[in-house]
Structure formats: structure tokens, C-alpha cells
């Protein structure tokens, strides 16, 4: 499964590695949303959770569906600036159908994203689907897409405020730390395009880049669990180096938007170790496509098995089934929210099976 990006006739100064705060934040927003992905930076993420003023972390936890389980796409900007000011800036220019669509874009499926959806400001469908998403994430979430639904404007002003205050409690000294090495990867990675060629600075940037190329063209080819084509012929494409981003690989590809990479640029190091028959037990349950495929969702956040069956287009019992087999190899956390079941892989338990299949799931 891929992600390829067509860029037949497109000129290698069109292809650009730069930094971006606006995403290391929202990578920054991921990693204490969601601190079993990031192993390595537990140091960080506990000392900069407990520093949290309380009233500001609740904010977070509002909105944390536009970080937590998937990216919003306007989190990763394919015209990065110098400052995190300047690419909210650019984020007031965005018309409102635009921006709340994808900042909705909650749902494990990824079926809907290449072709994009209509607005829920303008299609009642679009509008219900999004709403009964956010119920699934919890009162919190439904509450804020509601106000976000009534109110676009208000809310987006919101979203500035709450990105410019979590600036200031913790990520203006975090960037200050990292931006050099952003920088200095991002150079690297220019240097190889330009000395070396393309297929070697996207190798460089992740093993999960490659280029292909034959009679039909050229493209980019990101090695994904899912499948999505996208052409920047005509524009450009963008890498973002990230120092909190690792293993997570994102690619934004829809409709309407300049094509987007996000590669982690730190190393890494993730092990353990079990008894033979529970790491057999356990790779065992892996070893079917679609449990694989379920295990990519449930590497991001809890979902209901209606979300995962809406999502792969198969029935409520054969994601049941499935579910039931990773359940009693340990591999899932099973909770009640309201009247939703929720299941989510237990990361810790995977990363002792090994750091390929974790970085596969998470990628």
C-alpha cells in the first residue's frame, strides 16, 4: 500500500525541505496527547504535561481530535514561514468552509480524504457525519464541533488563541531548541537533492520515500498501510523535518491542497522483549490483512466497531470477530464512553513485539 504523488515535469526547485512551527506544534500537541507513541521524549512530555496550567489543559483536551488520532491538514503548511505568527496569519486568509472541513477530518476512514467531502457548513450530510464522529470522541469533542459548526468564525479565533497560549507555556522555548536541527536537516536534505539527485534525498529523509520513475513519469512513492494518489504537477511539494514527529510519516494529499510530507527527522530507538509463545500468540493475530489494516487505526485512537466497519465497508460482527482475536493475544484496550465500546491497541504491548511493526502501524 502507497501513497504516491505524480511529479511528471516538476522541477526540482519546486520540490523544498523547510521546518515548520506551526507543525512541530501540532506534532508537539500529538506527543502529550498521545505520549505512548513518543517513548523517547517521556522526559518532555511529563514535565511539560505537569507544568500545565489547569485551564489551558482543558482547552487542549477539547480540541484534541485536530491532533490527537489523525492531523488536521491546515497543521501542516505547505508554504512554511519563520515564525509560528506568520502561519496562523496565513491560517485567518483561509476561507471558513475550508478550514472547519479539515479540521473535521476526524474519522479513522480513509476512503473519503483523497476525494474530500463538502463542508458540514453547507451539506447536512457532511454536517451529520461530523457530528455523530465527534459524540464517538466524547462530550468534550461533540461540544466543540457543535460550536464549531454554529459558530466558524468565533471558533477559529479560538483555535488562534489556544495555539498563541500554548506558545507561551511551553512551545516558544521547545522550538528554540529544535529549530536549529530542523534547519540543519532540512539544509542537508537540500543539499542532497541538488548534488545527488531527488531518490537520494528522500531516502535520506526516510526509508519509507522513494522515487519512481519510468515511461509514464516521475513520482514520489510513500510507503504506507493505505492507498492514495495525488498529482503536484503545476505546483510544488513540501517536507517538513519534525523532531516530535517520529514514527509518525504524514502525507497530505487531498483534494484542493498542495502535497505535504512530514518526515521524522530524529532517530530512534524502541525494544523489549517476551516469552516466545506470547510474542507467537501475538503475531499470530497479525498475521490476517485486515486485522493489520484495523491495527493502523487503533495505533491513533479508540474507535467503536460501527467506526472501523464503516470505515472497511465489511459488518459490526466481522470487525467483532476480528477485534476478539487481538483482544485475547493483549494487544487492545477495551473501555465503555456512554453508550460507545471503544477499543485502541495497547502501543506498549506492541512496541515489545518489535519497533518495525510499531513504526509500520504508526508511520
Known amino acids: ?27 508537539a500537541l500529538h506527543a502529550l496527547a498521545e505520549p505512548a507513541h513518543h517513548a523517547r521524549l517521556h ?9 500545565l496550567e489547569p485551564a489551558l489543559a482543558d482547552r487542549l483536551l477539547e480540541a484534541d481530535f485536530m491532533w490527537r ?37 476526524i474519522s479513522c ?25 465527534a459524540a464517538a470522541r466524547g462530550p468534550r469533542q461533540a461540544a466543540f464541533v ?42 542537508h536534505k537540500t543539499e542532497l537533492l541538488r548534488r545527488k539527485g531527488l531518490a537520494e534525498a528522500l531516502t535520506a529523509a526516510s526509508p519509507a520515500l522513494s522515487l519512481e520513475e519510468d515511461e509514464r513519469g516521475s513520482r514520489i512513492v510513500v510507503d504506507k498501510l ?17 523532531v516530535f514527529g517520529w514514527p509518525h510519516l504524514f502525507t497530505l494529499y487531498g483534494r484542493g491542497w498542495q502535497p505535504v510530507i512530514q518526515y ?12 516466545v509463545e506470547t510474542v507467537k500468540l501475538r503475531l499470530d493475530a497479525l498475521t490476517h490483512p485486515m486485522r493489520m489494516n484495523l491495527c493502523r487505526n487503533l495505533s491513533r485512537a479508540a474507535y467503536s466497531t460501527n467506526e472501523l466497519a464503516d470505515a472497511y465497508g465489511i459488518t459490526a460482527p466481522e470487525v467483532s470477530r476480528h477485534l476478539a482475536v487481538l483482544r485475547k493475544a493483549g494487544l487492545l484496550i477495551t473501555r465503555r464512553r456512554g453508550r460507545y465500546v471503544l477499543h485502541q491497541l495497547d502501543i506498549s504491548v506492541v512496541a515489545r513485539i518489535g519497533s518495525d511493526f510499531l513504526e509500520s502501524v504508526l508511520r
Not at 522526559?43 to 507544568?51: D, F, V
Not at 504537477?233 to 517536507?239: E, F, I, K, W
Request: some cysteine.
Open 1 to 27: 500500500m502507497t501513497v504516491t504523488i505524480d511529479i511528471t515535469g516538476l522541477p526540482h526547485e519546486r520540490i523544498v525541505f523547510c521546518p515548520s512551527p506551526l507543525a512541530e506544534l501540532g506534532n
Open 43 to 51: 522526559a518532555w512530555t511529563t514535565a511539560t504535561s505537569n507544568a
Open 69 to 105: 488520532s489523525t492531523r488536521s491538514d491546515f497543521l501542516m503548511p505547505a508554504q512554511p514561514r519563520e515564525t509560528l505568527a506568520e502561519e496562523l496569519d496565513d491560517l485567518d486568509r483561509m476561507g471558513d468552509e475550508k478550514f472547519v472541513a479539515t479540521a473535521l477530518e
Open 109 to 133: 476512514s480513509t476512503s473519503h480524504y483523497p476525494k474530500g467531502l463538502p463542508s458540514p457548513l453547507v451539506d447536512p450530510w457532511a454536517r451529520r457525519r461530523a457530528l455523530d464522529l
Open 146 to 187: 457543535e460550536r464549531m459548526l454554529a459558530d466558524p468564525t468565533a471558533t477559529r479565533g479560538w483555535i488562534r488563541r489556544l495555539l498563541e497560549d500554548c506558545d507561551r507555556a511551553f512551545f516558544a522555548d521547545t522550538w528554540r531548541r529544535v529549530r536549529v536541527q530542523l534547519a540543519a536537516d532540512a539544509q
Open 226 to 242: 493505505v492507498h492514495g494518489r495525488t498529482d503536484a504537477r503545476g505546483t510544488a511539494v513540501t517536507l517538513l523535518p519534525s
Open 264 to 275: 521524522p527527522a530524529a532517530s530512534h530507538e524502541v525494544g523489549g522483549t517476551e516469552p
